[in-house]
């Protein structure tokens, strides 16, 4: 109540975050509203104006109380009579549309139901009001460059010796971790410890640490946490808190993002760190992401795994005879016993009694390798390790299903049982009541250095290149002094030499090892990498430094001759869904806001949902265009919440409930840090960016099917003018964000761009 804005006082401001702003105007003044209100409860403002100063005036205050704190709806009330309107629309004057106008308390009876669709806390959190007052109408952006282009989007094809160097990728760096003969010595030489904290992130390291933390929330009952570190001993790694879980009957639980290693970190420590254990043990490792289509029941897809891997990797063939007789034996000797077993004419038809109760038995394929599992437990003194892993890559319900079917092993069956899932899998998990008997205590996988993986694995494909490490499968491959040898060298050196190199590998992808290796696969070979000169250089002098842009330009373009935000790793930070130009910025000041010493953090660097939320409607922006960014920030993983979650979409945008809290990830530190004003950046955002004016357009567009430096230099500095002209013209003065300071940080790296046209134009 009576809050100051702008010199003056509003009277009621509704919400948290706010969402209605009323002007309360005394009992007596009565609104002097046009004939016919009570009939038709929805008004031209404009006519509502004639003849009507004093309201006239009521409501340009509220609208520009409303503009002031970027709040979009607004009501003007005397306690009988109500006008309420959207005092912020994008692209056109709110005072130049329609109000919901109610005459007297007998109209608000009876237009109820058009008043509680409107103004409830449900109608204004859906924005009911607006679609009532426009009938769905809406101002459209403007063109995006890339809908002029002759051919959207394109792909760029690779020269031959590209094409070469990809597939050589695919084997040497992706395919080489499921070559069976290779695996050991793979994980003795590539494998990297988990835990380690990134030297090169973009955040501090009490967030890095805090990967998993802010899961649950604090009122609520929740397992323990503990971080598991391979670079300790492999009798801490099975920590007494470990072995408890199991002994507990339990499944041990580790929990992880995508892609930061679950899978290496089993193999590893059954390979590497428990490969005594492991020679004695039988493990099983049901791996649900390598299999193209899966059964429609889980559970029968896992017993077949089971009785395939027992078969295949030990040479147990569940089927066979002396097992299911030793199996079975107490069986056997009760049946004998039986009515059924003497009432047989001869010991032909005993023994074929005795088959037929067997097969039966073997029928039952859960319960015979049940007791299969428990026959190699207690007989042969085999420790049985069952592994129910990729689950994260399925659909969220096979990941309860996994996890269902994880309990139901480690309970009932003489077996140690891992399985991983990702952090919001287990929470929803907990609260739809499939993990209702949680365990005491999960076990969390943070990633291990990108830098690291990546060295690691480019050495290795080197030392296969140039015939250090032999294996039949690459035999073939004539590369012991081919282009891939020379290629890797030098990606090898720059990654050494060059920190900035490093530091790209470890931030754009949020720690997602998978990601990374990923990325690395396609910058070898990549259409829109130079591969030419680099072999060629390579070739002459034995020694190139592959400098940065280059792979920013993989980063962002991917394979694409121009920027494509479904596959890039980038994302438009300029993009804008309101035709609102100021919106341009609202996703770089949102990122820097919450990194910002301005924002209120916990301990764990999240920033609540309503203090982002306030900030930016302080800037005039609306809760709309805040949310819409939100969203996308966190699908595009430059944000996540406690909840770990996305959010779904539909043709109307992405929806869901909003997290109580987001933090940065490196993903979006790395933007506002390394690329936002950068040519690389501006260079590629230019084809995805609506521009608002029209002159402007058309002199950016001129040679947009030029890819020569010089065009695309030109390209650049006309987009980044319009940039600053349109945050010029904003009025936004906020303490954590600047354009035009960023522009001037970024200034430098544009000197080489204008030397190299000034030589080419020369020569």
Known sequence: MEEHINGDYADYIVGKPEKLIIEAKKEGVYFDLPPGSKEKPIQSIKTIFRGNDSTKKAIEQVQKYCSGKGVEYAVVCNGHQLIAFVAIKIGDSPLAGKALVLNSLEAMKQHFGVLWQSLSPLGISEGRLNRILTNGSATTLPPKLSSRLTSFPQIRYQSVLQANLRDFSELLIEDIVNTSELEGQFYDECYCDTGALSRDALLSKRILSARYASLFPETEEAPRMQAVDTRESHDAIFSKDMLKEALSRRPIVLIGDVGVGKTSFIKNLFLRKASEEARSSILLFIDFGSQATLSGDVKEFVLDEVENQLLTKYNIDIQEENIVNGIYNSEIKKFKQSIFYKSADDDRGRDKLIINMLVEKVKNKSQHLKKVVDHLAKARRKQVVIVLDNADQRRHELQQDAFLIAQEFANSWQSLVFISLRPQTFFQSTRSGA???????????????????????????????????????????????????????????????????????????????????????????????????????????????????????????????????????????????????????LSTMILEYMNSEYSKKDTDGFVSTESIEMEMQKNGFTLKQIENKLRHLNNKKLIESTLRVTFDENVSGLFGDMPHAFRVTSVGSYHTLRWLASFSYLDAMVFDTPIFRDTIFEDIITNKESFHIADRFERVMKFRSYLTETWNKSGINVPYFDWQTVVERDEQAFAPIRRAIIKMSNS
Not at 511 to 518: H, L, P, T, Y
């Open 435 to 585: 993990l209702a008997a949680y365990p005491n205590k999960v076990f969390t996988i943070s990633p291990p250095r990108p830098e690291l993986v990546i060295e690691k694995r480019l050495q290795f494909a080197l030392r296969i290149c140039e015939g250090d490490i032999k294996h039949a499968s690459y035999a073939g491959l004539n590369i012991r002094v081919g282009s891939m040898a020379l290629f890797l060298r030098a990606l090898i050196s720059s990654m050494k030499s060059n920190k900035e190199i490093r530091e790209i590998l470890s931030n754009i992808t949020g720690g997602n090892i998978r990601e990374v290796v990923q990325f690395v696969k396609k910058f070898i070979g990549s259409p829109n990498v130079d591969a030419d000169k680099i072999i060629d250089i390579m070739t002459r002098e034995d020694e190139y430094l592959i400098p940065l842009h280059e792979f920013s330009k993989a980063a962002i373009l991917g394979d694409f001759a121009h920027y494509n935000p479904m596959s890039s790793l980038a994302s438009n930070l300029f993009d804008v869904h309101l035709p609102d130009e100021r919106e341009h910025f």
